[in-house]
């Protein structure tokens, strides 16, 4: 089966641009996530997904973060505007499950904010 | 407020050897516990877990053990291989509910030849 598909692979922007990264789930995968990860530090969830409907998103700063999953496929992540701390590698996750069973992370885009 | 610690950053073995990652955690809500394995360049993929009735699971070369008293977890791989060489995560995820994950900040695995 094909693989949690990610782009941008890359993306530098400048400080208060906006960036927006798409993920596209395993096919038949209910459950979508969003992670965050910081150089040194292990991903931290942003976004959780059961089809298009949000599940968790408590540690979503909204005022610059936002996310949507409209057909309940595949996703997007929008920052505006970004930050020099929104610097990370941005992980896409699926599940047919959910509980975390082993969900299949995408290869994740890194965000450099200069 | 770290709820999952990793704290060895770093860790080598000698090809051949026993590799043992540890890990401990805060959250007495947390049910299930898995370790990941990354790459550079790539995301993390699932490698083995555990859930809290249990205080062990093996798959081929790979053990996790639990100490739930302890809040531990460890993972043992035997023998390492050169192809181990890579960042450990540890997560883990309360019962009911949302199921995101909590991680720790990795065990980078150095098998040496």
């Known amino acids: 089966e094909a693989g949690v598909a990610q782009s941008p692979r890359y993306k530098i922007i400048e400080k208060r641009q906006s960036v927006a990264f798409w993920c596209n789930p395993i096919?038949?995968?209910?459950?979508l996530y969003w992670y965050q990860q910081i150089l040194g530090q292990g991903p931290k969830l942003l976004i959780q997904?059961?089809?298009?409907?949000?599940?968790?998103d408590s540690q979503l700063p909204k005022d610059r973060f936002s996310a949507e999953r409209l057909k309940g496929v595949d996703s997007t992540l929008k920052i505006q505007p970004a930050k020099l701390e929104d610097s990370a590698v941005y992980l896409c996750?699926?599940?047919?499950?959910?509980?975390?069973?082993?969900?299949?992370f995408g290869s994740g885009t890194r965000l450099t904010v200069v | 407020d770290q709820q999952v610690k990793q704290n060895s950053p770093s860790l080598s073995v000698q090809e051949g050897r026993i590799s043992i990652l540890n890990c401990d955690y805060t959250?007495?809500?947390?049910?299930?516990f898995l370790w990941y394995k990354k790459y550079p360049a790539e995301g993390p993929t699932f490698l083995i877990s555990?859930?809290?009735?249990?205080d062990k699971n093996e798959d081929g070369r790979f053990t996790v053990f639990l100490n739930k008293s302890a809040k531990h977890l460890s993972l043992h791989i035997v023998p390492s291989q050169p192809g181990d060489s890579a960042v450990y995560f540890c997560?883990?995820?309360?019962?009911?509910?949302?199921?995101?994950?909590?991680f720790g900040k990795g065990t980078h695995l150095i098998i040496q030849p």
């Open positions: 555990i859930s809290s009735i249990k």
């Open positions: 996750a699926s599940s047919s499950l959910g509980g975390g069973y082993g969900y299949t």
């Open positions: 959250n007495s809500m947390f049910d299930y």
């Open positions: 997560a883990a995820r309360p019962g009911g509910g949302a199921d995101g994950l909590t």
């Open positions: 096919s038949g995968h209910a459950t």
């Open positions: 997904f059961q089809n298009n409907g949000v599940v968790d």
